[in-house]
C-alpha cells in the first residue's frame, strides 16, 4: 500500500510539522515500489533537496523557486521502511534547513513544502 508524508519546513527554523496519511494506489505486482519526494518550493530560492540516512546526506536534485518538483529515492537506500531526514539548502548560500527524522516504506511519497 502506498502511504503520503507530509513535512512542511521553514527555512530558518528547521521543521514546524510531520503527519502521516494513507494512500490510494498499490504496486504493480513483480515491480519494485518507487518512493518519490514532492517538493513544493515556496520561496523564491531555488533549493537542493538533500536526504539524509544514517549519517550520509545525499544529493536529490533541485526544486526551482515557487514550483513543485518530483524527486525520486535511489533504490539501494530504501529496500525496507526506515527513518530517514531531508535537508534543504537555498543555491549559492549555506542556509541548511532540515526535517526531523520521519518513518518512509518503499513505495511512499513524501510531500516536502518549503516556505518562505
Given at each position: 500500500m502506498r502511504r503520503i508524508l507530509a513535512v512542511l519546513l521553514i527555512l530558518g527554523t528547521g521543521v514546524v510539522a510531520t503527519a502521516c496519511t494513507g494512500g490510494g494506489r498499490g504496486v504493480r505486482p513483480g515491480s519494485?515500489?518507487?518512493t518519490t519526494v514532492e517538493v513544493e518550493n515556496q520561496n523564491f530560492s531555488d533549493m537542493t533537496v538533500y536526504l539524509v540516512n544514517g549519517g550520509q546526506r545525499i544529493r536529490l536534485g533541485r526544486a526551482t523557486?515557487?514550483?513543485k518538483t518530483a524527486l525520486r529515492l535511489p533504490r539501494s537506500v530504501l529496500t525496507?521502511?526506515?527513518e530517514l531526514q531531508f535537508q534543504t539548502e537555498p543555491m549559492g548560500r549555506r542556509d541548511i534547513a532540515s526535517t526531523?527524522?520521519?518513518w518512509v516504506s518503499?513505495?511512499?511519497t513524501v510531500l516536502l513544502v518549503i516556505t518562505p
Open positions: 519494485e515500489p518507487v523557486g515557487k514550483s525496507f521502511p526506515r526531523s527524522r520521519i518503499p513505495g511512499d
